[in-house]
């Protein structure tokens, strides 16, 4: 596709996006050949006031290496490279390289594109190491991918996302609430909610059938018990206790966790036989549910099934 009218269109500095609107992005896929995959989740952002207030929420610099999942047509993409530095964008759909290389000319040197599945993104995939995620995130894996990049990727220090709303209410839930859960928790131990906003479906080209949320996480350092900083075994521990808490979200912690813990073999009959000393050595009752406890909790129990069930195998 060569289309120079278009191209001076992208390039008009005195719009954030000018793929952010219904006709240019039309224009765009018609002129590939292509049309938006339901299976892969692409709904097109097409209100550049919504661009304009995720930059805002993440505070892009002209510093910022920025790392991005699900680029599409490269309507964000263009707002990120025009505001920020570097731009590392990964995108597994294989017929939008070519748009991007079209719609991205004009920053192709600050521009790199990974073309492979967001989910098995490794280090060495990473040309340099991002500091920030922003991203209008594939709804399916949004979750897994928010936690998983917090826990590989050290060089994150935020991550600001648009989400399912529902996704993003399990983000910011707190005890007692119903979406509160082991997700909530496990993602807490890295990061922070700093602030949020609503997206209608109309913002976007198809419109999806739900509502969508932009949330920004900054990542946090936590305190072991005792004061200290919390390690990755300790963190890891506490993942593993936040799933055995909820993995029988109705029954008592005790029940949920006997139920989690036989079915992991060696390192699970260890956890069983320390199950009491573990809630004892925590100082949290074993009859209370696992939507009660606070973080603090959990790393208590997380530090305890450290001390006597991994430290233990060592």
Not at 23 to 31: A, D, F, S
Not at 42 to 67: G, P, T, Y
Request: proline share 5%; glycine share 6%.
């Amino acid at each position: 596709m060569e289309n120079r009218s278009l191209q001076i269109e992208l390039e008009n500095e005195e719009v954030l996006s000018p793929l952010a609107n219904p006709r240019v992005t039309r224009e765009v896929l018609q002129g590939f050949g292509l049309a938006t995959k339901k299976s892969l989740g692409q709904n097109f952002l097409i209100n550049n006031a919504i661009i304009e207030k995720i930059l805002s929420l993440a505070e892009v610099k002209s510093s910022d290496a920025i790392l991005e999942v699900g680029p599409g047509i490269g309507t964000l993409s263009i707002a990120l490279l025009k505001r920020g530095g570097t731009l590392l964008s990964v995108e597994r759909d294989q017929d939008l390289p070519q748009v991007l290389n079209h719609t991205l000319r004009p920053w192709a040197d600050r521009f790199t594109l990974v073309q492979k599945d967001a989910l098995n993104l490794r280090t060495e995939d990473l040309p340099f190491a991002p500091n920030k995620f922003i991203a209008n995130l594939p709804y399916a894996v949004a979750a897994t991918l928010i936690l998983d990049y917090f826990q590989r990727f050290s060089s994150l220090e935020s991550a600001t996302v648009m989400v399912q709303k529902e996704v993003a209410q399990r983000i910011a839930a707190t005890p007692g609430n119903k979406n509160y859960g082991a997700y909530t928790v496990k993602l807490g131990l890295f990061t922070q909610v700093k602030g949020s906003f609503l997206v209608g479906p109309n913002n976007f080209f198809p419109p999806p059938h739900v509502d969508s949320t932009v949330i920004r996480l900054n990542r946090r350092k936590i305190a072991a018990p005792g004061g200290v900083l919390a390690s990755a075994e300790l963190l890891q521990a506490t993942c593993v206790m936040a799933d055995a808490a909820f993995a029988s979200r109705r029954k008592t912690l005790s029940n949920s966790c006997k139920s989690y813990f036989a079915s992991k073999g060696k390192r699970g009959v260890l956890a069983l036989d320390n199950l009491a000393a573990i809630f004892e050595q925590a100082g949290v009752n074993p009859q209370r549910r696992g939507e009660t406890l606070t973080q603090e909790e959990f790393l208590l129990l997380g530090s305890a099934y450290l001390d006597r069930c991994l430290q233990e195998e060592e």
